[in-house]
């Protein structure tokens, strides 16, 4: 019995050690109580970390990551959306975000409070995202980190690389073995 407890708590850390410690944060869905470990959350997927903004002039690209997770989630492809007034473009208030995700563009894909994303109130998960890219923290809306399976970040795109063009969709099929 004492080999079997071992062995299950060696496997536990084995599966952790792939999770980054700005992973291992709890984080409440947008406009719901429900409290998600992104660790367990992201745990063997790629991952596309994306920073949002309902009024925003990228907000368009919330239909083409939404296109991308519907064309690869069965395949190991989670998206994780963040919310952020950092640059003065998101809703006031969370439901009017969700409204905006979900109704206007269709959003199914895990999207999470309101959470400043640069500078030095940016929440841990994107100073742990910005210290893997070598300092390449958001300056603007719709900036996009793409993390491996194993937890280390693949790459940084800025606002403008559309989610649906290469070199990120590329990057995704890659990490994805498509």
């Known amino acids: 019995m004492k080999w079997f407890t071992l062995l299950l708590l060696l496997g536990a850390g084995a599966a952790s050690a792939a999770c980054p410690d700005y992973f291992n944060v709890e984080m409440r869905e947008l406009n719901n109580a429900q409290r998600h470990n992104l660790c367990q959350l992201t745990e063997g997927?790629?991952?596309?970390?994306?920073?949002?903004?309902?009024?925003?002039?990228?907000?368009g690209q919330f239909r083409d990551l939404?296109?991308?997770?519907?064309?690869y989630k069965d395949k190991g492809l989670i998206i994780l959306g963040f919310p952020s007034n950092d640059f003065w473009q998101e809703a006031g208030n969370e439901t009017k975000t969700a409204e905006v995700c979900r109704r206007d563009y269709g959003v199914t894909f895990p999207m999470f409070n309101r959470v400043a994303v640069s500078g030095s109130d940016a929440?841990?998960?994107?100073?742990?995202?910005?210290?893997?890219a070598d300092g390449d923290e958001p300056n603007w809306n719709f900036h996009?980190?793409?993390?491996?399976?194993?937890?280390?970040?693949i790459a940084s795109?800025?606002?403008?690389?559309?989610?649906?063009d290469d070199p990120l969709k590329l990057?995704?099929?890659?990490?994805l073995g498509l």
Do not use: H, M, W
């Open 45 to 59: 997927k790629v991952v596309l970390v994306v920073n949002t903004a309902s009024y925003c002039g990228y907000s």
């Open 171 to 175: 990057q995704i099929t890659r990490a």
């Open 144 to 153: 996009k980190y793409l993390v491996g399976r194993d937890g280390k970040l």
């Open 123 to 132: 929440v841990p998960l994107f100073k742990g995202l910005a210290a893997a």
């Open 157 to 164: 795109y800025g606002a403008n690389q559309n989610p649906a």
């Open 66 to 71: 939404e296109k991308l997770y519907q064309s």
